[in-house]
């Protein structure tokens, strides 16, 4: 079983930053760690979620939704098992709440894990609010 816990969120003026953090903790083999997709997502009350990021945890590739490319950076460090997404030039539309996801898919990439429908473990998520 795996657990995600997200953190970092909080309320910022537009043009600000912040760092959302995802720490994963249970049981899950090295193995299976390097072979997994790892992504970010948002949501809003009545819409539905909408793809951020993905990043391929074997090789590090990313991918990135049109709306946040070039603002918004994924990364993970394997020796923390901690997924990151750093967004800078925050504007009041990325308001929403984040959640991150796994999911073990050998052979991926970065530009595919964005796209996956069935990530199979989900964080709690953490609130982001940007103003103008």
């Known amino acids: 079983q795996v657990q995600l816990v997200e953190s970092g969120g909080g309320s910022v003026q537009a043009g600000g930053t912040l760092r959302l953090s995802c720490v994963e903790s249970g049981y899950r083999l090295d193995y299976s760690r390097i072979r997994s997709c790892m992504g970010w997502f948002r949501q809003t009350p009545g819409r539905e979620r909408e793809r951020v990021a993905g990043?391929?945890?074997?090789?590090?590739?990313?991918g990135y939704a049109d709306s946040v490319k070039g603002r918004f950076t994924i990364s993970y460090d394997n020796a923390k098992n901690t997924l990151y997404l750093q967004m800078d030039s925050l504007k009041p539309e990325d308001t929403a709440m984040y959640y991150c996801a796994t999911l073990y898919r050998p052979g991926s990439s970065g530009e595919s894990c964005i796209t996956i429908n069935n990530y199979a473990y989900w964080g709690q998520g953490t609130q982001v609010t940007v103003s103008s």
């Open positions: 990043i391929y945890v074997g090789d590090d590739s990313t």
